[in-house]
């Protein structure tokens, strides 16, 4: 089946650190993976994609490698600042499963000034 | 201008009633979804609509029924309200089924007592 597992929050920063959330997914084939990002009180926002192998996302300082040997998509930031407060999704999409998202169990950030 | 919106933000209910949540969107598209976030932040897929027609049906209860009178309008009707069906209630379109991004609503936080 297909699945996605992130790491558990809260994760706790203070602003300009650096910033890494897990993400790695089970497929039967090779899906295209989300990081979607809620912030709070509203909806989810997609904050970057990768549909190949190797193909990096990139969006507001945010970047995720698609790893197909790891099969992973690690989300990072360089430098966070308080409005990246937010709990970001991990999710992928198969063809072969009826294009349904599969999501993450979300991962909870707070940027502390 | 809000592209998906819903109606209403919040509702609490008791057990035993029946409710019904709104989702419309501006945006054009055909292919319309609902999706349930649970107070663990853990968000699944439960409708897929496209052109009006169900496509996804994520093995949700028959007390939960969706309903698509026109492409830009997805509505949620739950019959006989439970305790565990509290939880905020998104509605997500996309334009067709494929590789397309989904854009949220700003979701329905529904308390059963």
């Known amino acids: 089946g297909n699945s996605v597992t992130q790491m558990e929050g809260p994760v706790t920063l203070s602003e300009e650190a650096f910033l890494t959330i897990n993400c790695t997914y089970t497929?039967?084939?090779?899906?295209?993976l989300f990081w979607y990002v809620q912030y709070p009180g509203e909806g989810l926002q997609l904050l970057l994609k990768?549909?190949?192998?190797?193909d990096k996302g990139s969006n507001k300082g945010f970047e995720a490698t698609y790893r197909k040997e790891t099969t992973s998509f690690h989300l990072e930031k360089g430098s966070v600042q308080v409005s990246d407060s937010a709990v970001y999704f991990c999710?992928?999409?198969?063809?072969?499963?009826?294009?349904?998202?599969?999501f993450g169990g979300g991962t909870r950030v707070l940027v502390k000034p | 201008d809000t592209a998906v919106s819903q109606t209403p933000k919040y509702l609490v209910t008791q057990m035993g009633n029946d409710k019904s949540i709104k989702c419309e969107q501006n945006?054009?598209?055909?292919?319309m979804y609902w999706y349930k976030q649970d107070s663990k932040k853990f968000l699944k897929i439960m409708f897929s609509?496209?052109?009006?027609?169900?496509?996804i049906n994520e093995t949700v209860p028959n007390r939960f029924s969706p309903k698509s009178p026109d492409k830009a309008h997805l509505n949620l009707h739950i019959n006989s309200l439970e305790l565990g069906d509290s939880a905020v209630y998104f509605c997500?379109?996309?334009?067709?089924?494929?590789?397309?991004?989904?854009?949220f609503g700003p979701g329905t936080r529904l308390t059963v007592t």
């Open positions: 999710a992928s999409r198969l063809k072969a499963a009826g294009n349904k998202l599969t």
């Open positions: 497929a039967t084939g090779y899906p295209s």
């Open positions: 990768a549909t190949k192998a190797d």
């Open positions: 945006l054009g598209h055909d292919t």
């Open positions: 609509y496209n052109n009006k027609e169900l496509i």
């Open positions: 997500a379109s996309s334009h067709g089924t494929g590789t397309y991004e989904q854009y």
